[in-house]
Each structure stands twice: as structure tokens, then as C-alpha cells.
């Protein structure tokens, strides 16, 4: 390809990735995050996790697992959480000594 036709290439390319950058992180409004969650119901430190155990299985035993059961087991991860916080609440209140005031 032509040298010139690069360096167009690349200067276009750098004044739109600058350009969105810029555009990112100059921004007025603030991002609005409401309440809390715990570690484990969060999908961006789940996702890794399954990630790094689907990588570990493929070095160790040549188990391959795809994307999508990769994706299936966040799923599965995360409403198994919900399932174990519910039932710890319902534990909870059971053999809770004092009462809710």
C-alpha cells in the first residue's frame, strides 16, 4: 500500500480514537451508580472468573468450552447467588434472636 495513503490512514485514525477519548472522558455529566452489591453478583467479576477456570480446564485436561457455555455458567453462577442469598435470609430470620425494629 501506498506510504502516503498510510499515514492518512493513520492521522484519521488517530483523530477519531482522540476524538472519542476525548469526548469519554471530558464530559460534564457524571456517571450515576445506585446502591451497592456484593462481589459475587457482579457480572464483570464473574465473567473473568469463568474465564480464567474455562482456560485452566483447556491447559490441564484439553477440556474446550465455548463462549456460550462460558456465558451460560455466569448465568447459572448468578442465580445461584440469588438463590443462596435468599435462602440465607430466609436462615436469618429463622434463627434470628431479636426482632426487626
Known amino acids: 500500500m501506498n506510504p502516503l495513503v ?9 483523530a477519531i480514537g482522540t476524538g472519542l477519548v476525548h469526548k469519554w472522558f471530558s ?3 457524571e456517571r450515576v451508580m445506585n446502591g451497592t452489591k456484593a462481589w459475587w453478583q457482579s ?3 464473574l465473567g473473568p472468573i469463568v ?11 484439553g477440556v ?8 451460560a455458567l455466569v448465568d ?5 447467588a440469588v438463590f443462596g442469598g435468599a ?6 430470620r429463622i434463627t434470628a434472636s431479636k426482632r426487626i425494629g
Do not use: H
Not at 474465564?51 to 491447559?59: M, N, P, V
Not at 474446550?64 to 456465558?71: G, I, K, L, M, Y
Not at 447459572?76 to 445461584?80: A, C, I, R, S, T
Open 6 to 14: 498510510l499515514m492518512g490512514m493513520r492521522w484519521a485514525a488517530k
Open 27 to 29: 464530559s460534564k455529566r
Open 43 to 45: 457480572k464483570g467479576v
Open 51 to 61: 474465564s480464567t477456570l474455562a482456560f485452566g480446564l483447556k491447559l490441564a485436561f
Open 64 to 71: 474446550d468450552v465455548t463462549d456460550a457455555e462460558q456465558a
Open 76 to 80: 447459572g453462577l448468578l442465580n445461584l
Open 87 to 92: 435462602l440465607m435470609g430466609v436462615w436469618g
